[in-house]
């Protein structure tokens, strides 16, 4: 059983950070991508970023570029997403999701097969709450 855990969420000022973690267990994850999307009130789902295990490609959006960052860890079981400069407009649950297929390509030249495509993602975390408010 594939499963996928978010932490690090709670509430920041306008400006500040915050980093989120994303523990993945249950399967081998060589071949697969994780992503992280979130979603405001009101608002459709947004994809932010995702990072392949293979070879630790990243792509992220380009509204989001240079504020989000993706990582993980060594031993590929923890993904984490950095955010800074937050505003009230990030406001949101954010959610990891997993690749079974190995079909998403983490990587900006592949920008034009859709890796942020919440379709390509099989599994999903329950979410963390991030609430920028002064």
């Known amino acids: 059983q594939v499963q996928l855990v978010e932490s690090g969420g709670g509430l920041v000022q306008p400006g500040g950070s915050l980093r989120l973690s994303c523990e993945v267990s249950g399967f081998t994850a060589e071949y697969h991508a994780i992503a992280w999307f979130r979603q405001a009130p009101g608002k459709e789902r947004e994809g932010i970023s995702c990072i392949s295990f293979t070879d630790g490609g990243t792509y992220t959006s380009d509204s989001l570029k240079g504020r989000f960052t993706i990582s993980r860890d060594n031993d590929k079981t923890t993904v984490y997403l950095q955010l800074i400069r937050l505003k009230y407009e990030d406001t949101a649950v954010y959610y990891c999701?997993?690749?079974?297929?190995?079909?998403?390509?983490?990587?900006?030249?592949?920008?034009?097969?859709?890796?942020?495509?919440?379709?390509?993602?099989?599994?999903w975390g329950k979410g963390t709450q991030v609430t920028v408010s002064s």
């Open positions: 999701a997993a690749d079974r297929s190995g079909g998403v390509y983490c990587n900006d030249r592949y920008h034009y097969l859709r890796p942020l495509d919440e379709l390509k993602y099989d599994w």
